[in-house]
């Protein structure tokens, strides 16, 4: 059964000839990466991981106080002063593009070194967009979420809403029925006359009286002197 994790491996440590003796340039870093470590026959693994000294105390270290007059008189557990760090200011170019004119600098040369000469910053308070433009605020305006209003127990035990409720389905459904009667009786029915009307019988064609028994019957006469004078009639006739 292989026994705790050892320390982290060494160059002085790794004989020749073994699993991990390395040729070339070699570091301890090598020695203690675990993709890189190679498993030593016989011997439990090893951590890849450097511990500190004897001397390193793990955890938050807490001055020990025995809370009597002395300590409350002589240490005072004060907050110390922050002090807020100066903001850059942006250049003023209005102040500064006016002194150049009022000075007689046209060119953009000029007016870069009136720029280096004279910085002019922006102060703070015209800088400040809620100084400059405070938001308008009604004076009876109030903040936070509106309570919503008590729930009207007295009026839940009588089923009040309940009752609004089918006052409101029936003068719905009264509404719906008078508006259907409305439609009906607006609508005009149509009567045999005006569907004629509009739809009128298509004329019958009339035709001549066949017999049933001689309508299949070929015919029997031929007025033709031969066979090619009748196809000649039939030819110019169609």
């Known amino acids: 059964m292989a026994g705790p994790p050892r320390r982290p491996l060494s160059l002085a440590e790794v004989a020749a000839g073994s699993e991990n003796e390395r040729l070339g340039v070699a570091r301890d870093s090598m020695l203690r990466n675990p993709r890189i470590l190679k498993a030593e026959l016989g011997k439990p693994l090893r951590n890849c991981y450097t511990l500190p000294g004897l001397d390193f105390s793990y955890g938050l270290y807490i ?3 025995d ?5 409350a008189i002589g240490h005072w ?6 002090t807020n760090p100066t903001q850059n200011m942006p250049r003023d170019f209005i102040t500064m593009n006016r002194g150049a004119l009022k000075a007689g600098y046209t060119t953009a040369r000029q007016f870069n070194l009136y720029y280096k000469a004279k910085d002019v910053r922006r102060k703070d308070d015209e800088y400040s967009r809620f100084k400059r433009s405070p938001p308008h605020v009604s004076p009876d305006r109030t903040y936070g ?4 209003p008590s729930t ?5 035990l009588q089923h009040k809403y309940r009752e609004l409720w089918m006052q409101q389905q029936r003068a719905l459904t009264a509404a719906l029925r008078l508006e259907k009667t409305k439609s009906q009786k607006d609508k005009v029915r149509d009567t045999r006359t ?3 009307r509009k739809n009128p019988v298509p004329p019958k064609e009339e035709s001549f009286w066949h017999l049933p028994h001689l ?7 031929s007025t033709f002197p031969d ?4 196809k000649k009639a039939f030819s110019a006739s169609h």
């Open 194 to 196: 005006t569907l004629l």
């Open 227 to 230: 066979r090619d004078a009748r």
């Open 215 to 221: 309508e299949k019957v070929g015919p029997h006469l």
């Open 152 to 156: 009207p127990l007295f009026d839940l």
């Open 63 to 65: 001055e020990r106080t």
């Open 77 to 82: 557990n004060t907050i110390k002063p922050r």
């Open 67 to 71: 809370g009597g007059v002395p300590e």
């Open 145 to 148: 979420i509106p309570a919503r």
